[in-house]
């Protein structure tokens, strides 16, 4: 496929024809491609990036082996994807991002460093986990420090809401997890509420979890810590009901 055309199709972010209009967890800033990007894209996106298709992923055909797949929805710059994914290389990752910069940049960082067991996709998390994950199929949800989205006017912005949750537990294989970092102490007694409501999830640990060892301190992490803002992690697991 032509550059200009992987570069059209990357832009293609949701679904628009005969779907209401939802509220969205982002707000698009730049989608800029600079010469730089392109030549990312060109050498990269068919290796290690996908496009949205109204159909179910093949996990085998995406990454050539069987191993269980985690998701990370929105990965930022990405380099605690990179990270993670060296790390625990017995599983394969989807990365899910809409914003273009980091986007590209850790689709770079993946060819460069020739990270194998890593997928991205550049479109709206909601619509790829209803159309393209099947349900039961998925080992992990990685999100790590999500927009707040501080003003109380905005929280219907955030990504974290009962129903998005009660997605996400739809996606897991029973005993699967999701893993949520935030530096915003209200958000995440909101998500430990909400997730105390889903039939779908337990919280092993009856409330935040401990720091796990194969995540590094993001750029998020840092700046909350010099601001002295408390890290809460949360982990939640897939209720076995049968």
């Known amino acids: 496929m032509e550059t200009r055309e992987l570069i059209e199709r990357i832009n293609r972010i949701e679904i628009r024809e005969g779907k209401e209009r939802t509220i969205k967890s ?3 800033r730049n989608n800029v491609i600079s010469p730089k990007a392109e030549g990312i894209i060109g050498r990269y996106m068919e290796k290690y990036g996908f496009f949205y298709e109204d159909s179910a992923l093949d996990y085998e055909a995406l990454f050539g082996n069987a191993n269980p797949v985690v998701i990370e929805i929105g990965f930022g710059m990405g380099d605690t994807t990179a990270e993670v994914a060296i790390r625990r290389p017995e599983f394969n ?6 914003f273009l910069q980091g986007f590209v940049h850790l689709l770079g960082e993946l060819g460069d460093r020739s990270i194998e067991n890593v997928r991205l996709i550049r479109f709206n998390a909601v619509d790829v986990l209803n159309h393209m994950i099947p349900d039961g ?3 992990g949800f990685h999100i790590f420090f999500p927009d707040p989205w501080q003003k109380k006017r905005h929280h219907k912005r955030r990504l974290m809401n009962p129903e998005f949750l009660h997605l996400l537990a739809t996606k897991l294989r029973k005993g699967g997890y999701i893993y949520m970092v935030t530096d915003w102490e209200e958000y995440a007694e909101e998500v430990l509420e909400i997730s105390s409501q889903e039939q779908l999830l337990v919280n092993p640990f009856g409330g935040f979890a401990p720091p796990v060892t194969w995540r590094p301190m993001t750029k998020f992490e840092q700046k909350g810590m010099e601001k002295e803002h408390p890290i809460n992690e949360i982990w939640l697991e ?4 049968f």
């Open 26 to 28: 982002y707000v698009l």
């Open 93 to 98: 990752y989807i990365g899910i991002e809409v």
């Open 137 to 139: 199929s998925i080992e």
């Open 238 to 241: 897939r209720a076995d009901l």
